[in-house]
């Protein structure tokens, strides 16, 4: 036996290197030259120049940090200035904000749960969600992706509190939940509705106003969003959406709501920032839906395989984890950043590039992108014209 604790972790790394499936950190610069078509920042509002203003004041203002969980020190004017604007926004009833979506979908998960609880999860849930499962007490039954009726065959047979679990845009197809046809499943079994909006919050419904307002669900009883605060606003953290009565039973019980150290008083302004000049420009979640479907329009008449988007996030597959990453790096190497996503990161085990379109995006920068990655692709997969 070796005495060394850790042996196991150079056997997966070589694993990892041979599957071609190693990840590295890659620091980048505050002026990098790459066009970003890898983050998260839907409506370019992360350096929006009331965004940044407001996360400067409220530094000076407020602090550095937080200094504590929400329940201590943690909550300030700005958090609850952030949560009632949410609410109204969107068409719920009350907020929570959280100092990650990751943090909120699990206190969404684990605390609106319990021993009897049925949790029917789509199967290209994202990993925030998968952890909440595997953390709450529930029974979990994985079902078909996207389909109402292996949700409705889930919970059947079932005696006592169930929840259907779904993102509203999937993170990385960027296809949509069927979300009315998932809601009228859930009440005809009697089971609450909770939607990961992190992708649509900002980029669907009126004005961005989110899935559920879309969909008409907004403000149901059933039903509960979280959010995250930065894909479309531009900032970081995240909020659970619902009943005033769910936000209520979150304060007492949700484990990262209590324990965790609360959101920072910069990022909470400038979510608030983000969330106004949203609120102002109503035309900015049509914009980036429009980027979405030029730049996928493009991409498909070149040869490439890319399903159509939903809302931002484009996802162009490669026929293997390799290709995908020699893909990227022909990509980095024409200036544009894009997103390399491979196993266990994928829930269908296909490698593919993930790109996220902008509402800021030029005609000119649209072009570019486009024009660059079929000649990547060219050069590191052959597919193509």
Sequence with gaps: MSSDPFDWMDLQAAARRRAGLVRALRPRPADSPLLDLASNDYLGLARHPEVTRAAADAALRWGAGSTGSRLVTGSTELHAALEAELADFTGFEAALVFASGYAANLAAVTALTGPRTLLAADRHNHASLIDGCRL????TVVVDHADPDAFAAAMEHHDGPAVVLTESVYSVDGDAAPLIELAHVGRRAG??????????????????RGAAAEAGLAGAADLVCTVTLSKALGSQGGAVLGPARVIEHLV?????FIFDTALAPAATAAALAGLRVLRRDDMLAARARGVARELHARLVEAGLDAPPPRACVLSVRAKDAETAVRWAASCRDAGIAVGCFRPPSVPDGISRLRLCARADLTGREIDHA????????VRATGRGR
């Design 136 to 139: 709450s007490r529930a029974t």
């Design 252 to 256: 007492n019980t949700a484990r990262t």
């Design 370 to 377: 486009a024009d660059a990655i079929v000649r990547a692709a």
């Design 191 to 208: 089971a609450a509705v909770i939607v990961d909006d992190a992708h649509g919050f900002g980029v669907l419904g009126p004005g961005g």
